[in-house]
């Protein structure tokens, strides 16, 4: 019956999802179909296509990780006319349509930004804690 429904759905992103979808305990439908040895689901021609489709990326990931920083492109593009620190500042939107991309640059700046978030919360902190006791001690 389930093998009869995948080779009824025509949209892999659809199938993919399906697939992706997790119970209560967090184990996807392939993770079950693994442990309970479905081999008939595991082999079906989609299923293998959705396996392929997440195992490898849809994105080209065979670029660096410091190709996307912008201390890396200042050192590596050494022409006067190209200023790449002031095309990319923070404020800036910035083009990357060109640029292969790193498999895991957005766990990574995920990541870094909820630090650098968190960093800030401590850093703020911490100056109001040590202002307060500098402006106790100057005002005895």
């Given at each position: 019956?389930?093998?009869?429904?995948?080779?009824?759905?025509?949209?892999?992103?659809?199938?993919?999802?399906?697939?992706?979808?997790?119970?209560?305990?967090?184990?996807?439908?392939?993770?079950?179909?693994?442990?309970?040895?479905?081999?008939?689901?595991?082999?079906?021609?989609?299923?293998e296509a959705v396996i392929k489709r997440i195992l490898n990326s849809d994105y080209d990931t065979s670029g660096s990780f410091f190709e996307m920083s912008t201390p890396y492109q200042i050192i590596e593009q050494q022409t006067a006319e190209n200023d790449v620190e002031n095309r990319c500042r923070f404020y800036k939107k910035r083009d990357i349509e060109g640029m292969p991309q790193y498999d895991s640059n957005f766990n990574i700046f995920q990541r870094s930004m909820n630090s650098r978030i968190k960093g800030m919360i401590i850093i703020s902190m911490l100056f109001v804690i040590i202002s307060v006791f500098y402006y106790n001690q100057v005002i005895e």
């Open positions: 019956m389930i093998i009869e429904y995948i080779e009824s759905v025509d949209d892999e992103n659809f199938l993919t999802k399906i697939m992706l979808e997790t119970d209560y305990s967090g184990r996807d439908s392939l993770q079950i179909a693994v442990e309970l040895e479905v081999l008939d689901l595991i082999q079906a021609p989609k299923v």
